[in-house]
């Protein structure tokens, strides 16, 4: 089935570093979605990109984050700077449209900040 | 706002057993409910969804009905086998803000062979 990848899989960084998590979404989806998982926590959804705007995003998505599509390539989640607690799995998902209609996920990029 | 309970966290079964995890929801109007399977390294993918009253969702032999009354999609399965084991998360689309998905917390079921 459809494939959403996500460079890197694991990222080490130390805190008030710059990081950029990518994500290569299913060809002809136009919606994208990043998401946080803490260790033995639930999924918790950051943000909804849309025509190259942020459509929607939770109180975790913090200002130190930003995401963008330049020109139809990855879609990017930036976080400059880093803090302990975005030590997370970060999964990026793609839609061909919303609501009822199903996410791919790829399978995620481990980030620890130090 | 929006939320999704699951009530079991782990989940122990030998094989062929019957499974049930439990979802409840909390969402104004008709949300579409979901249930997703996450395997270890990847990342959760659709088992099936429901978007209206006693619709019923399946695969893989999994089911679950919408139930309104209820506010719930419990999750059923006959008899599991190993290759069942997993982390299942009941998720719902609100119908007024469809943007994002709700999760609740995963089970994480482990099937004994």
């Known amino acids: 089935g459809p494939k959403v990848l996500q460079i890197p899989s694991h990222q080490i960084i130390d805190m008030g570093q710059m990081v950029t998590l990518n994500c290569d979404p299913v060809?002809?989806?136009?919606?994208f979605y990043w998401y946080k998982q803490i260790l033995g926590q639930q999924m918790e959804f950051l943000v909804n990109f849309y025509n190259g705007k942020v459509m929607e995003k939770s109180k975790l998505f913090k200002d130190q984050f930003s995401v963008e599509r330049p020109d139809g390539s990855y879609f990017t989640l930036k976080i400059q700077p880093t803090a302990l607690e975005d030590s997370a799995v970060y999964f990026c998902a793609s839609s061909r449209d919303w609501g009822v209609y199903e996410q791919y996920f790829g399978p995620g990029t481990r980030l620890t900040v130090l | 706002g929006d939320s999704v309970t699951q009530t079991e966290g782990q989940v122990a079964l030998s094989e062929e057993d019957f499974l049930t995890i439990h979802c409840n929801y909390s969402a104004s109007g008709y949300p579409t409910l979901f249930w997703y399977v996450q395997y270890p390294g990847e990342g959760p993918q659709l088992l099936f969804r429901a978007s209206r009253d006693k619709e019923k969702g399946s695969s893989r032999g999994f089911e679950a009905t919408y139930d309104k009354g209820t506010t719930s999609f419990h999750l059923r399965k006959a008899s599991v086998q190993e290759s069942d084991s997993a982390v299942y998360y009941c998720?719902?689309?609100?119908?007024?803000?469809?943007?994002?998905?709700?999760f609740g917390k995963g089970t994480h079921l482990h099937v004994l062979p």
């Open positions: 998720a719902l689309s609100a119908d007024t803000n469809a943007y994002k998905v709700i």
């Open positions: 060809s002809n989806h136009l919606y």
